[in-house]
């Protein structure tokens, strides 16, 4: 086999060297010549390889691997073991190094794996060794079951019991509560770590409250803080509200999936709300809208409102307003630092028979914002 050793010292050697057609087909050759259907995981790996469904590094690698298995030179090491799950070489004698050595800073003798990582080394498994790779899954499958907490992916910190409250929306309560996120909720992705804030008037606190018990949150997590800011008027004004924020990316994920359309984004009416027909999840979607961002001027009169212009005109064609969408407010911004106190808004006027109807699809809702006959 003094071909494949040389193949596998030129790799190492040569920053940017790569296998051709004439390499991969002179590698097969030789490795029918000298060990027939013995390699047929080789001629996997090469179809793999030639595929571009792993690199250059991983196939020299497992290659390497097979070959040591067939002519029983080797023992399966941690490295070759890290590489067959498609992590660098020192991978698992790290991972032995956090739970078995006090000295290490990263000492943790209850260290666990996460769901997204057994779920990439059950593809390398699959990949690797197609049939053969089933006992290898159960395992991995028996360790999941045992451990019913595992995170979802390696650094989520969990903040709430409930990170897929919003997978599926299934009852009114789930509807209200995406409704009320899509008019006041602001979101980050990845590079901000997948932040969810929900930051109301702190005469509203309660709802805070309210909402952090549904998602599982810390009700003694949730802040206040006051803003001062000089309005266009160069008046100075004190603003006081209360905030929930955690990161979730599990949340996050379902969340716009679903179709969470933010005042800051341009996104329109989820796709549940227009599929629900004029149901009572649809109303509860839309009372939450209300309570998040609305106003009730006694009766059953009363107005929502919202940055996001295209998600009113969508609420006003499903839920067959006769109003307009008008524009309601200009954007406030503090005259000294710049920052955006209230963003421009536009409103519509929801109509009496709308209103009954939204109010009763959710007893939960704000009591200062429903009559009390209701």
């Given at each position: 086999?003094?071909?494949?050793?040389?193949?596998?010292?030129k790799s190492e050697n040569e920053e940017n060297f790569a296998l051709d057609e004439k390499d991969l087909y002179?590698?097969?050759?030789?490795?029918?010549?000298n060990f027939g259907n013995q390699a047929s995981n080789c001629y996997y790996l090469i179809k793999q390889y030639k595929d571009s469904k792993i690199s250059?590094?991983?196939?020299?690698?497992?290659?390497?691997?097979?070959?040591?298995?067939?002519?029983?030179?080797?023992e399966l090491t941690y490295g070759e073991l890290a590489l067959i799950l498609g992590r660098h070489k020192d991978y698992i004698y790290h991972i032995r190094k956090y739970i078995l050595s006090q000295n290490n800073r990263r000492y943790n003798p209850n260290y666990k794996f996460?769901?997204?990582?057994?779920?990439?080394?059950?593809?390398?498994?699959?990949?690797?060794?197609?049939?053969?790779?089933?006992?290898?899954?159960?395992?991995?499958?028996k360790y999941i079951q045992l451990?019913?907490?595992?995170?979802?992916?390696?650094?989520?910190?969990?903040?709430?019991?409930?990170?897929?409250?919003?997978?599926t929306i299934d009852c009114e309560k789930k509807a209200y509560w995406f409704g009320f996120l899509c008019a006041d909720v602001k979101i980050t992705g990845k590079k901000y770590g997948y932040m969810i804030r929900l930051e109301l008037n702190t005469s509203d606190?309660?709802?805070?409250?309210?909402?952090?018990?549904?998602?599982?949150?810390?009700?003694?997590?949730?802040?206040?803080?006051?803003?001062?800011?000089?309005?266009?008027?160069?008046?100075?004004?004190?603003?006081?509200?209360?905030?929930?924020q955690f990161k979730s990316r599990s949340m996050l994920q379902d969340l716009l999936k679903n179709g969470l359309s933010t005042s800051a984004s341009n996104r329109g009416l989820p796709n549940f709300v227009w599929n629900l027909n004029n149901s009572n999840l649809a109303l509860a979607f839309l009372l939450g809208f209300y309570d998040g961002d609305g106003s009730w001027f006694g009766g059953c009169s009363a107005e929502i409102y919202s940055s996001n212009k295209e998600i009113l005109i969508q609420i006003k064609r499903a839920f067959q307003i006769e109003y307009p969408v008008r524009k309601t407010k200009n954007r406030v911004v503090d005259g000294f630092t710049g920052e955006i106190i209230h963003r421009a808004a536009y409103r519509i006027t929801l109509g009496?028979?709308?209103?009954?109807?939204?109010?009763?699809?959710?007893d939960g809702s704000m009591k200062r914002k429903r009559p009390s006959e209701f």
């Open positions: 086999m003094n071909y494949v050793s040389k193949l596998m010292a002179l590698l097969e050759e030789q490795l029918r010549y250059l590094k991983t196939f020299i690698g497992l290659i390497e691997l097979e070959l040591g298995k067939i002519s029983s030179d080797i996460d769901l997204e990582t057994l779920k990439e080394f059950k593809i390398n498994l699959i990949v690797i060794f197609r049939n053969k790779a089933r006992n290898s899954l159960s395992y991995i499958d451990n019913q907490d595992l995170k979802e992916y390696l650094y989520e910190k969990v903040t709430i019991k409930k990170p897929h409250f919003f997978k606190r309660e709802r805070l409250i309210k909402f952090a018990k549904v998602i599982g949150f810390d009700v003694e997590r949730i802040k206040d803080r006051e803003r001062w800011y000089y309005d266009k008027n160069e008046e100075l004004k004190l603003k006081k509200s209360s905030y929930i009496v028979e709308l209103f009954e109807k939204m109010i009763k699809s959710y």
